[in-house]
């Protein structure tokens, strides 16, 4: 495998709503057929190992990153990466809706969900706590970041991964359908991810590989329609919509590299004044010293930093 | 203008209703027939999605029923192959009334409407199988239906559908124009129809509804748009006053966990 090129599949699965055991036997099916198709990495969408209107359920099906059950996925991933979607219970007992990345028969990244939906039709505060960190990894597969569904919907999420230099994003998704305009083969929310995902991959140049599910929880249907885009925002695979599938592509970093060097704007992006200009709206003090500089109060320490301006 | 775009409603209710329904271990569900749009185009929903074979169609007259009905509701069996059966409830009806005779067209039709439940949760326990719901999204705002009687049911496929967008989809799927293009009735008495029960039409209601709920319009926003302030008031009543029919009872919590309260799950909890 040349460096940071890698056969990517996104797993469209319908999980059962609770049964974790149910669950793990749809995974192997999905990481067998992902295998026989030349994948190094499978993605499945959020919560693939639980199902998503878990309400009080959240304790119960709730999984330590050492749990036993966890053993046969870290075992496969030593043939294939797997990312899997689960409740992460934590020693303080916290229950955070993750994305765990098993490579090399291990758990190799953990995300955890930040932007935990809490409006309309959505109530995952209630039950979740949150995510602290969004972060790009180094993984064989070249550096990426994970980000779960509502997180990918903050542009804050995307610009963050692709300064911390992430060339792919992988997006486990849960994304109910709703909106039935006219004219169209799929939902207004379909198409509204459609647009973002295409925005993200364009405008950040990363590869994206999105993760939706399919099935019905309680009336509410999966929309599917996973894909795969490369750093170009061309898509370069497609799953069904609303009915279980599988999507391979080969993520290619020269696409990347093309990109970037007909418009470096990552490169030409001023850190410094995002920074400065977050912290005034933000309403932290800020002041100038003699030089005409400003003197930012870091976050947590409290020692004044100097931001060149 | 509410948006209908027939293929995609069509294509996401055939597949709830073969989730939903497979999901709980079943293949079959049972539907009452009245000769409606409503309970024709569920019917053709399910077959699609579950089979003819899957689908079985339960006449259930009273003796003032309109012959035209059963002939409707005979018109969507033939078309579609389902297994059927007429269960003619007049005598079971009429018996209770006898120690009841003063009872009114109200009490009647909701009496009929219950009578009609009951059959078809016996027959969905005899031929193991869901009971498909039919109330439509502006009858369940406008509380324009019988709680425990025609609201009831295991799976729904037009809950959100208003009754424009029903007679849109009944006809994309082939529903016999005859059914489509009468006039809405329950029935209860010649000559009834929805509409002049109402005192307004569907189409009236529908475009109403769908600003006030689904585009939440201002009352001001509604009378800017054409409404008339009394009919804005009526409806808006009318969907305040029937929350309790989409609803559970209300159960007086004091333990520490209440159902639906602070104990939730999922109906397809494990499914």
Not at chain 1, 219 to 239: H, M, P, Q, T, V
Not at chain 1, 250 to 259: G, L, Q, S, T, W
Not at chain 2, 99 to 107: C, E, I, K, L
Not at chain 2, 184 to 210: M, W
């Amino acid at each position: 495998m040349p460096e940071g090129r890698f056969t990517v599949a996104v797993a469209q699965i319908s999980p059962r709503l609770g049964d974790v055991e149910a669950n793990l036997a749809l995974h192997q099916q999905a990481i067998r057929e992902a295998r026989g198709r030349g994948a190094d990495l499978v993605v499945f969408p959020e919560l693939s190992l639980t199902g998503y209107m878990l309400r009080d359920m959240v304790s119960t099906v709730a999984l330590r990153l050492d749990a036993p059950e966890l053993n046969h996925l870290k075992k496969q991933s030593q043939k294939i990466g797997i990312l899997a979607g689960l409740v992460e219970e934590t020693r303080a007992f916290r229950f955070h809706n993750s994305a765990v990345l098993f490579d090399r028969g291990e758990v190799a990244v953990v995300h955890r969900k930040v932007y935990l939906p809490t409006y309309g039709m959505f109530d995952e505060q209630r039950y979740f706590a949150r995510g602290a960190e969004v972060r790009a990894f180094d993984s064989r597969f070249g550096r990426g970041a994970i980000l779960i569904c509502e997180d990918l919907w903050h542009p804050s999420t995307a610009y963050l991964v692709a300064l911390d230099e992430a060339l792919f994003i992988l997006c486990p998704s849960a994304s109910p359908l709703r909106g039935v305009s006219e004219g169209h083969e799929q939902d207004d929310n379909a198409r509204y991810w459609e647009m973002i995902n295409r925005f993200y991959a364009t405008t950040f140049s990363v590869s994206l590989a999105y993760a939706n599910r399919v099935g019905f929880e309680d009336g509410i249907g999966f929309w599917g329609g996973s894909e795969i885009l490369d750093a170009s925002g061309e898509r370069i695979a497609k799953a069904r919509y609303y009915e279980p599938d599988l999507a391979i592509a080969e993520i290619r970093p020269k696409v990347a590299r093309r990109r970037r060097i007909a418009a470096p704007l990552l490169r030409d992006e001023d850190l410094d004044l995002t920074i400065n200009e977050l912290l005034r709206i933000r309403g932290r003090a800020t002041r100038l010293d003699a030089k005409g500089e400003v003197a930012v109060l870091k976050p947590v320490a409290g020692r004044a930093r100097r931001v060149k301006r | 203008m509410i948006p209908c775009n027939t293929a995609l409603l069509r294509r996401i209710l055939v597949a709830f209703i073969r989730d939903e329904v497979r999901k709980v271990g079943l293949e079959r569900v049972v539907v009452g027939l009245s000769g409606g749009v409503d309970s024709s185009l569920s019917a053709f929903l399910a077959a699609e999605a579950l089979g003819a074979e899957n689908v079985l169609g339960i006449r259930m007259p009273y003796l003032t029923s309109s012959p035209d009905s059963l002939q409707d509701a005979s018109a969507v069996v033939a078309a579609l192959g389902v297994p059927s059966l007429t269960v003619d409830i007049t005598k079971q009806v009429d018996a209770y009334f006898e120690s009841f005779p003063d009872a009114g067209d109200r009490r009647r039709g909701n009496k009929m409407a219950r009578e009609r439940m009951t059959i078809l949760y016996d027959h969905s326990a005899r031929w193991s199988a869901l009971v498909l719901g039919t109330s439509n999204k502006t009858e369940l705002l406008l509380g324009y239906g019988t709680l425990h009687g025609d609201m009831a049911s295991a799976v729904n496929p037009l809950g959100d559908l208003y009754k424009t967008q029903v007679w849109a989809l009944a006809g994309a799927v082939g529903v016999p124009a005859s059914v489509i293009h009468k006039k809405p009735s329950a029935d209860l008495f010649s000559g009834q129809t929805d509409e002049s029960d109402l005192g307004f039409t569907y189409r009236e209601v529908d475009e109403l509804l769908y600003l006030m709920v689904d585009e939440r319009y201002s009352t001001a926003e509604l009378e800017a748009a054409g409404f008339a302030l009394p009919f804005i008031r009526r409806v808006s009543d009318m969907v305040r006053g029937s929350q309790f029919k989409r609803r559970l009872p209300i159960i007086a919590k004091v333990s520490q966990r209440t159902i639906d309260r602070d104990f939730r799950y999922a109906r397809d909890w494990g499914r």
